[in-house]
């Protein structure tokens, strides 16, 4: 996850997924753990990124500085992350068009779903009700 000013530092670009940026627009994708650019592949550019990061000692770094495991630190255990997924890494994982949709949105995207209330499946009613008559009968028979 990163903003759109961040982006546009990184990659010198004020688009994403065809869309033009905002500052603060959230930008998130699939990706490999330890691909701190979001470009869809761990590269150099990431190992700088974290390294910068680390040497630098920065505070409350996030994923654009390397903390790929979200302890607030960038160190060893970081390291591991990014060094396991770019050996183990694939091909380079492009934004879908579902992706795409999500992720231009921004802002305004992350308010609408936080606007969004859960509503339980009919199934799990279902199973609930079902539970329920169990407990009734266990409860006549003990009496």
Known sequence: ???????????????????????????????????????GTITLSDYALIDAA???????????????NHDGVVDFNDYALIDNEFINQGAPLAISTIDAHIEMFGQNYLGALEAVNGVPEPASLAILGLGLVVMVKRNRHRV
């Open 1 to 39: 996850m990163m903003t759109g000013s961040q982006w546009q530092i990184l990659h010198g670009l004020n688009t994403w997924s065809g869309a033009t940026l905002a500052d603060t627009d959230i930008l998130l994708r699939p990706t490999y753990v330890g691909d701190a650019d979001l470009d």
């Open 54 to 68: 680390f040497l630098l000692a920065v505070p409350n770094p996030n994923w654009i500085n390397g903390d790929f």
